[in-house]
């Protein structure tokens, strides 16, 4: 019987959901994307020997943290300069690689994958971090029979890995024992 009550909660637990039944965090926060970070490009290769490839992550990241986290605050504002007195939102674009598809032929299209790491920083309104963590997204594409892809896939293969690294990174945050209990703390002065 006890068991059966636990079910519940440790499912959740696993799935990174929290175990709240409300679980939006009763806490104002500013998710921080500044300029230099939605310029942010990552390059990978030689141009002798396999050419550059340049991941746009940070255009794709500016586009795509803002929605993956609304669901995360009771208001998420998305500002270019932290403000004072708020919970505020760092994230940083630790790295971005993709695969290079090998026995490549002429009749086959292989797949090409990315995978972009981001790390996040939270602050609280008094400036200490109080939850870092880093997270990773992946993303898919065919690719030509040489194993490149165009400028629009290239676009493509960067939107999903950083989209499914914002999914990663909502899941952890809403979970985060850390910010449940800032939220605690705060009290109603921040609900």
């Known amino acids: 019987m006890l068991c059966a009550l636990m079910l519940p909660s440790t499912i959740q637990a696993l799935h990174g959901q929290p175990n709240s039944g409300d679980s939006k965090l009763p806490l104002r ?3 921080v994307l500044t300029p230099e970070f939605c310029a942010t490009e990552i390059k990978q290769g030689e141009k002798v020997w396999t050419g550059v490839e340049k991941f746009e992550v940070g ?25 004072a007195g708020e919970i505020v939102i760092l ?25 972009v790491v981001l790390e996040w920083t939270v602050k ?11 997270v990773q997204g992946t993303g898919t594409v065919k690719s030509y ?13 960067v939107g999903d890995a950083v989209r499914d690294a914002a999914k990663e990174s909502a899941a952890k945050m809403s979970s985060a024992p850390e910010l449940r209990k800032l939220a605690d703390d705060a009290g109603p002065a921040r609900q």
């Open 91 to 115: 994230p940083r674009v630790v790295s971005a690689s993709a695969t290079r598809p090998t026995g490549v032929t002429i009749f086959n299209r292989p797949k090409k994958d990315l995978l």
């Open 145 to 157: 029979a040489r194993g490149n892809v165009s400028k629009k896939t290239m676009k493509i293969l």
């Open 124 to 134: 609280d309104s008094a400036g200490k971090t109080i939850w870092f963590q880093s």
């Open 29 to 31: 926060a500013a998710l």
């Open 59 to 83: 255009a794709a990241a500016c586009a795509e943290l803002e929605p993956a986290l609304q669901g995360i605050f009771r208001q998420l504002d998305k500002v270019d300069a932290p403000p």
